[in-house]
């Protein structure tokens, strides 16, 4: 069972809302979502051993976020949110299992994991990415959250090259410093090539991460069972991007103290 939850301070949309899972039917409904996504459409190596959801260790201490339909309930997003504190209580946060974190996890202040995140195809091109930002953004204000940091997917390419052009256009972009570095376990096959030879926009997810300010804490890390490459991104909530940040916090309204988990 998923971590028990209180209420979002977020506004509820026309077309679609958010919400914290409040108990294992919710939270089958994500890891339901995310094997159609990750094993169906990607292709992924899934370990969980259940045909028809996603499921791994972290299930159970984190909190998931679900965006739902307004019309139908049906789940089209979600992401799963684990704290510093149960992190510490597990002995490590997801992502190390495929980087050294280093520096990242020793900073002052609250962490906050965000990760499995995804969109059903069919809502991708709506604003159901905005909704789910939105109830990130209601969770970091709940909870006095410090730093957000997760993975961000990337599709590889032939020799990972599309992997090393998006990495490329991030070190132009939105580069951490020397001393915020990761160190990924399995690096990318090709990640020397010249800047001004190879470059690639940045796919939706990871373009909502540099518009609010976040940064790339180094290479990427290379996931063969996802095929994809994974990018720490990492995010000072206190340095928000002020211009994004009116538009991330848009459907979140003021909330009381004494709301926290």
Known sequence: MAASAPALPVKRGERFFVELAAGPEDVREAQALRYRVFAEEMGAKL????????????????????????????????????????????GRFYSQGEFDLGAVVRLPGRLLEVGRTCIAPDCRQGSAIAVLWSGIAGYIQLHDVDYLFGCASVPLGANDYQAAAIMNRLRRQAI?????????????????????????????????????????????????????????????????????????MQRVPEHRSGCAL
């Open 176 to 248: 951490a410093p020397h001393w915020l570095r990761v160190t990924p376990h399995i690096p990318l096959l090709s990640d020397d090539v010249e800047s001004d030879v190879l470059d690639a926009p940045l796919p939706a997810l990871l373009k909502a991460y540099v518009r609010l300010g976040a940064k790339a804490c180094g290479e990427p890390c290379r996931d063969p069972d996802f095929d994809v490459a994974d990018i720490l991104m990492l995010l000072d909530v206190n340095q928000l991007s002020p211009t994004y940040a009116r538009h991330f």
């Open 47 to 90: 370990k969980s051993g259940r045909t028809g959801l996603d499921i791994d260790e972290f299930d159970d201490d984190c909190h998931h976020l679900l965006v739902r339909e307004a019309k139908s309930g049906r789940v089209v997003g979600c992401t799963r949110l684990l704290s510093g504190e149960r992190a510490r209580r597990l």
